[in-house]
């Protein structure tokens, strides 16, 4: 092969370099778009990480501070047939050790720096000599020490005297460091404690709210579908007067806040009855505009020859509704359930209202929550448990029907 | 459904058995419907207040009205009889049968429900694992009939299981043995004679009788195919609509007689100091908190949308916080807004630190006190909520920018834009009915804010410090079922109903007509 040697001209040059500047800034440009979307990414599930990890706590792990994300706990070991506390301490050679404590009140001196009285230490007597020489430290006299730390010796001034304990190793009981009891490092384990949940369930009926919410959830949004379909079926393929004017009418009131309806809906409840009961979440949320508005628009782009043929082999409409026109329309009525699924199963303003009582067994699960989270002696972790509880179903349904949840913010916008 | 006849050449002259006793009962509807309509004006039997006697006449009135004309059409055997009669006959079996209902305890009865379902909510496993099994037969391309069936039946037994283990057999006694309590029996035959009288209008033979054509059966199936979602929207949506704009002008607390007192209460919103800072708080919180959710959103829209790989990913990291329930994620942010163990100091602390040891300056982190301190309250409600939308108003910018025609995009390469010039000039024009729809419905969410500051400031009072979270709909709350004032509340309600219906029109007008209703 052989090849001339063109001569580079300024112009294929300045392409060259064209295209490292492009390939520059594509890879600039996507490190960038990853650094934002990892930067919101991080933000939007720290939250829920944080959940995770505290419903695991103890009750003091979540007043710890500085705080941390791992629940843990204190580890201790067997010794003699009896629990020790560990501790994490640094010994004479300067490694960090798990220890024991293996003798509380050593006599012991706090010993400060020559150079710098700031820097001081508690380190057992037993283990300094006095020099015999004096030094000066903020206008007071006070001796000088020689202190032996391991294989090196130290002179420090001893300011006052104190007791520390003896830490020890359970392998090797040469090892040793010295250290005040009350301030040491305690050791510890990264310790799940799966326990809260069984206490959520069993001590706070937490497991009545669970069913009370899926059967709440269930109910609304079957009789929403059914509700929807039978409408979105009429406005669609049945000709009637004043049909469209009602449709109008209807998908008009997506604009009426609930806000608006709370008092009068209470009344209502009250003189139905309804006040503290599930079905006062269940019945009045079955009729929904914009349900009906989903099926319908999905309803008119069923070809028309699909009913036709149906109805010349005189089937009625009914049948042909649910035999034909539903099956065909799996995607919009799977997006309809995940909306009402989601809105039946987070409402909170109207079971607030309208499940007011005192008696837990009509609550649902965000009345518990802001029950349980609203009680001041109620530890974190407890609270951090039920909310694990109440969002682990949503999350797996849209962890299964992402697609239509998508959908179904695409083509309404509604929350 | 639809009951056709070819017209009326076709009419039967021997009258069906059914006419006679049809007759008794249209007229004895249309003397029940007097005898209310006088039991209402004389003030018999209920005691009633001003309007909602007034509609009740009205109401009756018109079926009174439509019961004659019921009678002498049916007489007359015109089409018309059969369809009034048919839906007079058709509503008084739901008023009757949800009376009936009612007072049998069928929709409270949920709570029973709710107790033995309890213990046995297990069984609904069996269902799920039906519901795997068919989605496997899909998945696998192949139409595997006889694994079909065996989810079919799998999901089945899973109900039967459940409803037999939760005691349906007891319920159903139960059932029959509330239906003889002596009160609910001449309601449940009054509700029986009105579903048999329907369902003779409904039938072949009465269509026949009545020589109704094509078209006008197909009337009464689009009318019998949207009643639930009218009757429910009158009972349920346009109903209260109207008893709150009443209750509106009274002055009422819930228990004693409603007193009218016209426009009082509106004129009183616009002297009360704390619905006047309720509004202020909102227009704060809005003025920071929508171009917060709303701008961001965009950004990372154009970004997910530039089909690198990992994006779907991303889509759903961002659409959780609208997945998990508002008083959950409420909660999990009192903990990290906590002033002594929260996570959120704890951050401040740590960048200012790191800035110090960066510059050598001497900043001091403060320990803010998020939900205490009057001056931020606000402040922690907006961080949450705008956490919780951004995510939701990127997958809503994200169908907008996928909607957008990819040849425009095409034809700013050949013209040499580069990416900025493009998401200038191409995208952000292009996704102005989207923007506006974003815009629209943060706001309108934004104006009802109630939840977060609610859950924040638990067990306190949801106005927060020094009233610094209080919004119209906690004020509301608090007037309605806190302070008993319920017709202020209504007036608080209406106002805001306004103020939202203003927005709405005034967004949707800039938007050139492209709102939900035209899609």
Do not use: C
Request: aromatic share 12%.
């Amino acid at each position: 092969m052989t090849t001339t040697a063109e001569p580079r001209t300024d112009s294929t040059r300045q392409a060259r370099s064209d295209r490292r500047k492009h390939l520059l800034r594509m890879t600039v440009g996507r490190g960038g778009a990853y650094f934002i979307l990892v930067a919101f990414a991080a933000a939007m599930l720290f939250p829920f990480v944080f959940m995770a990890a505290t419903a695991l706590k103890t009750p003091e792990d979540t007043f710890r501070y500085p705080p941390t994300v791992l629940p843990r706990t204190s580890s201790t070991a067997q010794l003699a047939g009896e629990d020790v506390e560990l501790y994490s301490l640094e010994t004479a050679d300067g490694s960090t050790e798990t220890l024991y404590l293996a003798e509380e009140g050593v006599a012991a001196g706090l010993f400060a720096r020559l150079d710098d009285p700031a820097v001081t230490i508690a380190w057992p007597l037993e283990r300094a000599f006095d020099t015999g020489s004096t030094t000066t430290v903020a206008g007071e006299e006070v001796p000088v020490f020689a202190v032996q730390f391991g294989d090196e010796t130290a002179e420090l001034a001893l300011l006052r005297s104190t007791a520390v304990g003896r830490f020890k190793s359970l392998d090797d009981p040469d090892v040793e460091a010295f250290a005040i009891v009350r301030t040491a490092t305690r050791a510890e384990t990264v310790d799940p404690q799966w326990s809260n949940f069984s206490e959520i369930i069993e001590l706070r009926d937490f497991d009545r709210s669970l069913t009370n919410t899926i059967l709440v959830t269930i109910l609304v949004v079957g009789g929403t579908l059914f509700t929807s379909i039978m409408g979105g079926y009429a406005f669609s393929r049945i000709r009637f007067k004043g049909r469209d004017q009602i449709f109008v009418a209807y998908i008009g009131s997506i604009m009426i806040p609930f806000v608006v309806l709370i008092i009068p809906l209470f009344r209502l409840m009250v003189s139905l009855g309804w006040v503290n009961t599930l079905g006062s979440l269940v019945w009045p949320f079955i009729f929904n505009a914009y349900g009906t508005f989903l099926m319908r628009q999905f309803f008119v782009s069923i070809p028309k020859e699909l009913e036709e043929a149906a109805f010349i082999d005189g089937a009625r409409r009914w049948k042909i509704l649910w035999r034909i026109f539903v099956p065909l329309s799996w995607p919009a009525i799977a997006t309809l359930a995940t909306f009402m699924f989601l809105y039946a199963w987070n409402s909170f303003i109207w079971p607030l209202v309208s499940i007011n009582g005192a008696n837990s067994e009509d609550f649902v699960l965000t009345i518990a929550l802001q029950t349980l989270g609203g009680q001041a002696g109620e530890g974190p972790n407890l609270i951090f448990a039920a909310i694990v509880l109440s969002v682990i179903i949503p999350f797996t349904v849209f962890v299964l029907a992402q697609r239509y949840f998508v959908e179904n913010v695409a083509t309404s916008g509604i929350k | 459904m639809t009951t056709t006849s070819i017209g009326s050449s076709d009419r039967t002259t021997g009258l069906p058995g059914w006419y006679r006793p049809i007759l008794i009962w249209r007229v004895l509807v249309a003397l029940m419907m007097a005898a209310g309509l006088i039991g209402v004006l004389l003030r018999r039997g209920i005691v009633l207040d001003g309007p909602l006697r007034w509609s009740l006449a009205v109401t009756l009135l018109m079926f009174l009205g439509g019961s004659l004309v019921a009678v002498i059409d049916t007489v007359r055997q015109r089409h018309l009889g059969r369809v009034t009669a048919f839906f007079i006959d058709f509503l008084l079996a739901v008023v009757f049968s949800f009376i009936a209902f009612n007072r049998m305890g069928m929709f409270t009865g949920l709570d029973a429900v709710g107790e033995a379902f309890n213990g046995n909510v297990a069984w609904i496993g069996i269902v799920v694992l039906g519901w795997f099994i068919s989605g496997f037969t899909e998945r696998g391309g192949t139409v595997n009939e006889s694994l079909r069936n065996i989810a079919r039946y799998t999901m089945a037994a899973g109900v039967a299981v459940l409803l037999l283990a939760m005691g349906l057999l007891p319920g159903l006694i139960e059932f029959g043995r509330r239906l003889f309590v002596a009160d609910v029996i001449p309601i449940a035959i009054l509700a029986a004679a009105a579903v048999l009288a329907a369902r003779t209008m409904w039938s072949d033979s009465a269509a026949r009788m009545f020589s109704t054509t094509a078209a006008e059966g197909e009337t009464m199936d689009g009318l019998l195919f949207v009643a639930p979602n009218m009757l429910g929207f009158l009972a349920f949506m346009a109903g209260p609509l109207f008893v709150s704009l009443f209750i509106s002008f009274t002055e009422w607390d819930g228990l004693t007689d409603a007193r009218f007192i016209g426009f009082q209460n509106y004129i009183d919103l616009f002297s009360d100091d704390l619905f006047l800072r309720s509004l202020r708080n909102i227009v704060v919180f809005g003025a920071v908190a929508i171009p917060l959710a709303v701008l961001p959103a965009m950004l990372l829209a154009h970004l997910l949308n530039s089909k690198l790989p990992g994006m779907k990913f991303f889509r759903a990291v961002y659409f959780l916080p609208s997945i998990a329930g508002v008083v959950g994620v409420t909660l999990i942010w009192k903990q990290l807004f906590n002033s002594t163990v929260g996570f959120i100091n704890y951050g401040i602390l740590k960048v200012t630190d790191l800035f110090n040891s960066v510059f050598g300056s001497g900043f001091a982190a403060g320990e803010p006190q998020w939900i205490s301190d009057d001056s931020i309250a606000l402040i922690s409600v907006i961080i949450l909520f705008v956490w919780q939308q951004i995510g939701f108003n990127t997958v809503l910018f994200l169908a907008g920018m996928q909607g957008i025609n990819p040849t425009l995009y095409e034809a700013a390469d050949i013209d040499g834009a580069g990416p900025w010039k493009k998401f200038q000039k191409i995208t952000v024009p292009m996704l102005k009915p989207t923007t506006v729809f974003v815009v629209a419905t943060t706001t309108i969410l934004a104006l009802q804010l109630f939840n977060e500051p609610f859950i924040l400031q638990s067990p306190s009072p949801p106005s927060g410090p020094g009233n610094s979270t209080l919004t119209p709909v906690v004020y509301l709350y608090q007037n309605a079922f806190q302070e008993f004032q319920i017709g202020y509340a209504s007036a608080v309600a209406w106002a805001l109903f306004i103020l939202i219906f203003g927005v709405t029109l005034l967004y949707f007008r800039r938007s050139g007509d492209d709102g939900v209703l035209s899609s």
